[in-house]
């Protein structure tokens, strides 16, 4: 293929609301958004022919299979990297191997229910062993025991080099508290924080404080992606996909990428951005609207500088 940009769109999607104690298991809330995002598409569930996701979270394709009723998967991919699984997604159907490909993402932050029919404990359990000696021996000893500890070295070292006081990473913070106020779809619908709030909040690991912590929450989402050519059918506008992509660094580790030259910014984004605007044919100029990664607030700044759209 010479690109895939525009030769696959988005023609269905479907929610299961969030929710902080959702009472339903993984396989459940999984089940459910597919078969809405399938309905949301005019399709029927005999017309998919691909499921991925991602390695980590639950449950395995042949089950979502079964509860749903897909009659046959002439593909099927579990993926370690999010962008990876919709990379296959994309690729699957533009290349002519499958028709209707569905992503999918059931995850229970909040209630850690149990993960029924899935692998995702024996799938964690193996990457942890690989991870033992780096932890054992370097972080846990150390205090790092924790995503938030580990990214705190991190984003001391980013206020160390930019002069950045708490108060300029609390707007960040506090303006998506702002746009999640505004959807009534949203735990947090109609309860945005202020300034103060996040003042006040306390430190998990200093200088990360609790309000620059993504909070936990139950939910499930999926897409239903198919060729453009068969989208101009189906029920829902079309939504082209001009580009997908994904970066690497050979020093990343999650949120402890000690080892990287600099480590305030983000060459596994910027890597992966540079491909996204390429493939499209367009530049950080041209985007009105992003969806960034808000584990930790502060990886909004470092994103939108790695991704172009401002300066470190």
């Known amino acids: 293929m010479d690109s895939i940009k525009d030769k696959t769109a988005i023609v269905g999607?479907?929610?299961?609301?969030?929710?902080t104690d959702i009472g339903?298991?993984?396989?459940?809330?999984?089940?459910?958004?597919?078969?809405?995002?399938?309905?949301?598409?005019?399709?029927?569930?005999?017309d998919i022919d691909c499921l991925v996701k991602n390695i980590d979270d639950a449950p395995d394709?042949?089950?979502?299979?079964?509860?749903?009723?897909?009659?046959?998967?002439?593909?099927?991919?579990?993926?370690?990297?999010?962008?990876?699984?919709?990379?296959?997604?994309?690729?699957?159907?533009?290349?002519?191997?499958?028709?209707?490909a569905v992503y999918y993402q059931a995850a229970?932050?909040?209630?850690?229910?149990?993960?029924?029919?899935?692998?995702?404990?024996?799938?964690?359990?193996?990457?942890?062993?690989?991870?033992?000696?780096i932890r054992h021996d370097f972080y846990d000893p150390f205090g790092l025991i924790g995503q938030p500890s580990c990214f705190a070295l991190t984003l001391r070292r980013y206020i160390h080099e930019f002069g950045i006081t708490s108060e300029?990473?609390?707007?960040?913070?506090?303006?998506?508290?702002?746009?999640?106020?505004?959807?009534?779809?949203?735990i947090f619908y109609d309860r945005p924080v202020s300034i103060e709030d996040y003042m006040k909040s306390s430190f998990i690991a200093d200088p990360i404080r609790a309000m620059e912590c993504a909070p936990q929450v139950d939910g499930a989402m999926a897409i239903v992606v198919s060729t453009a050519e068969k989208a101009k059918s189906l029920r829902q506008s079309l939504a082209f996909i001009m580009s997908v992509?994904?970066?690497?660094?050979?020093?990343?580790q999650l949120f402890s990428s000690y080892n990287q030259e600099v480590i305030t910014q983000l060459p596994?984004?910027?890597?992966?951005?540079?491909?996204?605007?390429r493939v499209a044919g367009i530049t950080p100029k041209d985007i009105s609207s992003a969806q960034l990664d808000d584990t930790f607030t502060p990886l909004v700044a470092m994103q939108l500088e790695s991704l172009g759209f401002c300066a470190p």
């Open 168 to 186: 300029q990473l609390g707007w960040i913070p506090v303006v998506f508290s702002e746009y999640a106020a505004r959807n009534p779809e949203a």
């Open 245 to 252: 992509a994904q970066g690497t660094d050979i020093e990343g």
């Open 24 to 46: 339903m298991s993984e396989w459940d809330t999984a089940s459910q958004c597919v078969l809405a995002a399938i309905e949301d598409a005019g399709l029927k569930p005999a």
């Open 108 to 133: 229970h932050r909040a209630s850690g229910l149990e993960k029924s029919y899935s692998d995702y404990r024996a799938a964690r359990d193996i990457r942890e062993d690989n991870l033992d000696m």
């Open 268 to 277: 596994e984004m910027r890597r992966m951005g540079a491909e996204l605007f």
């Open 61 to 100: 394709n042949s089950y979502i299979q079964k509860s749903v009723g897909i009659e046959n998967l002439a593909y099927a991919s579990e993926s370690h990297w999010g962008t990876s699984a919709m990379i296959n997604a994309v690729t699957a159907v533009a290349s002519g191997a499958v028709n209707y």
């Open 13 to 19: 999607v479907g929610v299961v609301d969030f929710s």
